[in-house]
T-cell receptor
Framework: GENVEQHPSTLSVQEGDSAVIKCTYS??????FPWYKQELGKRPQLIID?????GEKKDQRIAVTLNKTAKHFSLHITETQPEDSAVYFC??????????????FGTGTRLLVSP | DVKVTQSSRYLVKRTGEKVFLECVQD?????MFWYRQDPGLGLRLIYF???????EKGDIPEGYSVSREKKERFSLILESASTNQTSMYLC??????????FGPGTRLTVT
């Protein structure tokens, strides 16, 4: 089955710096790669996703890149702000026989942005 | 807005008790999931359901069962709770856009 590895487990940056979180996956059939953000005491929420037919996607200060050949994808946050402090989870999935996408999550990265 | 609710935010149970965790979604989603979240291990899939009365095992189903009698409700059952089932349990439902909507979580402590 799919295996997703995520690094680093913790990341501390100064406000205004960039942050990069990297994930690798094992199943070459995976075709959907979302990123979820979980603030302290709150539920995970989708912040950005990318499909396998796209190499990069941006949404304001966040971007995701995908390298299908190397089977890795990354989350990039520019001009970090204290409210970006959270745990970030990557995930990979492919369509199951029933048609839906079963997600396999990485182990999470705790990002701390210091003022 | 999609709303996914869970019956309890915090729960304390004794070893050997039968435990029910309830999840309800209001968006008529067909697919629902139960995960457990542990530090350093991320979110691990316990069970999922793709239709009423349909269920499949996820990656860590041992010690758990599920029930889906109505489309909006997906229940996780711990037949005989053990201390290693102390964890945060998250329910999610899946929309047509592939986005999973999570509930607020139930922090279960088994003593």
């Amino acid at each position: 089955g799919e295996n997703v590895e995520q690094h680093p487990s913790t990341l501390s940056v100064q406000e205004g710096d960039s942050a990069v979180i990297k994930c690798t996956y094992s199943d070459s059939a995976s075709n959907y790669f979302p990123w979820y953000k979980q603030e302290l005491g709150k539920r995970p929420q989708l912040i950005i996703d990318i499909r396998s037919n796209v190499g990069e996607k941006k949404d304001q200060r966040i971007a995701v890149t995908l390298n299908k050949t190397a089977k890795h994808f990354s989350l990039h946050i520019t001009e970090t702000q204290p409210e970006d402090s959270a745990v970030y989870f990557c995930a990979a999935s492919r369509a199951m026989n029933t048609g839906f996408q079963k997600l396999v999550f990485g182990t999470g990265t705790r990002l701390l942005v210091s003022p | 807005d999609v709303k996914v609710t869970q019956s309890s935010r915090y729960l304390v149970k004794r070893t050997g008790e039968k435990v029910f965790l309830e999840c309800v979604q209001d968006m008529d989603h067909e697919n629902m999931f139960w995960y457990r979240q542990d530090p350093g291990l991320g979110l691990r899939l316990i069970y999922f359901s793709y239709d009423v009365k349909m269920k499949e095992k996820g990656d860590i189903p041992e010690g758990y069962s599920v029930s889906r009698e109505k489309k909006e409700r997906f229940s996780l059952i711990l037949e005989s709770a053990s201390t290693n089932q102390t964890s945060m349990y998250l329910c999610a439902s899946l929309g047509s856009s592939y986005e999973q909507y999570f509930g607020p979580g139930t922090r279960l402590t088994v003593t």
